[in-house]
């Protein structure tokens, strides 16, 4: 397990707060245990992943990347306990993942999906850093929830001088047809491009285009993205060439490409260009 804290001074307090709600690092293994408690809620309970054995003995989705990364929370700290009694809950939570922590595994998560090597290639000087395992409990799925976790992860961004961000976020559903709108939408109009191009592993790579763009009403494909997926779009995302069928959660996976610089303005002021909206 890696030591915490290490290379994190100035972000081991309070990012953020609103409310009862509070937004920061895991504070040792014990924390990240608890978020691990939280996906597999979500991901396995809720949704329609498959858990292993061990992960269905223990409840716990897990994998060998949580060891080697930074795990944002976001606390209620006014939820109650099975008996009445006030008990902080971890509600929301994001996997991080910097470059360092991804060479010393051999790669990033993302890359068992999605090829990354040409794309990090063309952009040798740039800090890039892996956004993934983001869930948030069905109660506090939120516009406040959402942006506490996107101001934690600002808070990040800044203090480690990340210039990119990526990772996969996903339909629900494997069966892509069943997906055409929308994956056609995104790739006729939001589409990584030149220097930022990225595409799926060719052995795992499902096309996206499955309709032509004369066939695609925006206003209603719009409508069909997953929440987690409009929020990426709307802060000026692009995504990759062919998505990915994940079969033991039961998804369909696109990948998500967020230089910082193409972060859209508009949504740095409403944080404040510090962070202070939520500010703690």
């Given amino acids: 397990m890696r030591r915490f804290g290490r290379n994190q001074e100035g972000l081991d307090g309070t990012l953020g707060r609103s409310g009862s709600l509070e937004v920061r690092l895991a504070r040792g293994p014990r924390e990240i245990w608890r978020a691990q408690r939280l996906r597999y809620r979500v991901f396995y309970q809720e949704m329609s ?15 060998r990347y949580d060891g080697a990364c930074d795990h944002l929370l976001v606390i209620d700290h006014a939820a109650r306990g099975r008996f009445g009694g006030i008990k902080p809950k971890v509600v929301g939570t994001y996997r991080l993942m910097r470059e360092g922590a991804a060479a010393r595994l051999g790669g990033f998560y993302t890359q068992s999906e999605f090829e990354l090597s040409a794309l990090t290639s063309r952009h040798p000087e740039l800090r890039f850093l892996e956004l993934g395992r983001s869930c948030v409990l069905k109660p506090y799925r939120t516009k ?107 998804t369909t996976d696109v990948l998500v490409i967020l230089p910082v610089a193409a972060i859209d303005q508009r949504y740095l002021t409403y944080l404040g260009d510090e962070g202070q909206r939520y500010a703690a």
């Fill in 144 to 250: 406040k929830t959402v942006e506490l976790l996107w101001h934690g992860i600002w808070a990040y961004v800044r203090h480690h001088r990340i210039d990119a961000m990526f990772g996969c976020a996903s339909f629900d559903g494997t069966d892509p047809d069943a997906l055409a709108l929308p994956l056609s939408f995104l790739h006729h109009h939001a589409r990584s491009q030149g220097d930022w191009l990225a595409q799926a592993r060719p052995e795992r790579c499902v096309a996206m285009d499955r309709l032509p763009i004369e066939m695609i009403d925006a206003k209603v494909a719009l409508k069909q993205l997953p929440p987690l997926i409009k929020g990426y779009l709307r802060l000026g995302a692009r995504f990759g060439t062919g998505a990915v069928v994940d079969r033991q959660f039961g």
């Fill in 49 to 63: 992943a498959k858990p292993d054995v061990i992960s269905r003995m223990f409840r716990r989705d897990a994998d």
